[in-house]
Nanobody, 111 residues
Framework: QAQVVESGGDLVQPGGSLRLSCAVS????????VGWHRQAPGKQRELVAL???????NYEDSVKGRFTISRDNAKRIVYLQMNNLTSEDTAVYYC?????WGQGTQVTVSS
């Protein structure tokens, strides 16, 4: 069965950086785009960044210029590099590929 597994969430100070990783099963990684989503307390889940099979990318407006999504095709991992983090970025971050979702990883931005 296909799997999507996130890692890398942590507590970080405002202005800091963090890199999330999403490991994806071969059966879906090679055929579908991968997206990073997040859900903050009391808010709906939102798409943060997306990368296609050909590495075209798309970002939610609030993270443009701060977040970078990339993929390592050999390792079947999608990364989300997050810079200049603010408290507004605090959320559970989920990775998604096709119809499969990871369990989420907590990112907390606080001093």
């Amino acid at each position: 069965q296909a799997q999507v597994v996130e890692s890398g969430g942590d507590l970080v100070q405002p202005g800091g950086s963090l890199r999330l990783s999403c490991a994806v099963s071969r059966s879906i990684f090679d055929n579908y785009a991968v997206g990073w989503h997040r859900q903050a307390p009391g808010k709906q889940r939102e798409l943060v960044a997306l990368i296609t099979r050909s590495s075209r990318t798309n970002y939610e407006d609030s993270v443009k210029g701060r977040f970078t999504i990339s993929r390592d095709n050999a390792k079947r991992i999608v990364y989300l590099q997050m810079n200049n983090l603010t408290s507004e970025d605090t959320a559970v971050y989920y990775c998604n590929c096709y119809e499969y979702w990871g369990q989420g990883t907590q990112v907390t931005v606080s001093s």
